[in-house]
T-cell receptor, first 110, second 115 residues
Framework: RKEVEQDPGPFNVPEGATVAFNCTYS??????FFWYRQDCRKEPKLLMSVYSSGNEDGRFTAQLNRASQYISLLIRDSKLSDSATYLC???????????FGQGTELSVKP | DAGVTQSPTHLIKTRGQQVTLRCSPK?????VSWYQQALGQGPQFIFQYYEEEERQRGNFPDRFSGHQFPNYSSELNVNALLLGDSALYLC??????????????FGPGTRLLVL
């Protein structure tokens, strides 16, 4: 079983749609959680950190459920520019090793 | 303020050769981590350097080695290249003094093709 698992993609949605990504992690000792965004042939860029209380940044909302070992990302009012691969990332706190999911590709169409 | 830089951007090698990739961290960062990203996969942790020492290592063979210099820049060396080493190699920097839980910022990567 992979340490971090994400919904298989791709997700193809129209502009303005709401889309949700789900992620589960296997190690209950994991300490910090992130969503990164990766554009085609570019480096991953931090989208947002994820906290147990939930956090929102504009159209993006991230949630963490430690009991279920589940992380989510909700994108509202999708834009063409949201098209990218979204990576769920966990840090077990062992010196900063990031563990990535395989990524979920999002394609927003006009 | 320069971000993380990596060189070269692209590289083509043949099986059995050796390669050295370079990374300069973001200003103010002292920790460098290296990741390998195969096509269609998420990045996989290779190792992390802090205070010129390898602090942690992922599940990669000894053919993968590294170094960190006093100015915090780092090199990744891969010996005896295999076709399966073809990937995007990403360097990430952070201010890792307290154990590495800080946010990591990625460089643009080096795309390695092994023929």
């Amino acid at each position: 079983r992979k340490e971090v698992e994400q919904d298989p993609g791709p997700f193809n949605v129209p502009e303005g749609a709401t889309v949700a990504f789900n992620c589960t992690y296997s190690n209950s000792a994991s300490q910090s959680f992130f969503w990164y965004r990766q554009d085609c042939r570019k480096e991953p860029k931090l989208l947002m950190s994820v906290y147990s209380s939930g956090n929102e940044d504009g159209r993006f909302t991230a949630q963490l459920n430690r009991a279920s070992q589940y992380i989510s990302l909700l994108i509202r009012d999708s834009k063409l520019s949201d098209s990218a691969t979204y990576l769920c990332v966990v840090n077990k706190g062992e010196g900063g090793k990031l563990i990535f999911g395989q990524g979920t590709e999002l394609s927003v169409k006009p | 303020d320069a971000g993380v830089t990596q060189s070269p951007t692209h590289l083509i090698k043949t099986r059995g050769q050796q390669v050295t990739l370079r990374c300069s961290p973001k200003s103010g960062h002292d920790t460098v981590s290296w990741y390998q990203q195969a096509l269609g996969q998420g990045p996989q942790f290779i190792f992390q350097y802090y205070e010129e020492e390898e602090r942690q290592r992922g599940n990669f063979p000894d053919r993968f080695s590294g170094h960190q210099f006093p100015n915090y820049s780092s090199e990744l060396n891969v010996n005896a290249l295999l076709l399966g080493d073809s990937a995007l190699y990403l360097c990430a920097s952070s201010a890792g003094g307290s154990g590495g839980a800080e946010t990591q910022y990625f460089g643009p990567g080096t795309r390695l093709l092994v023929l």
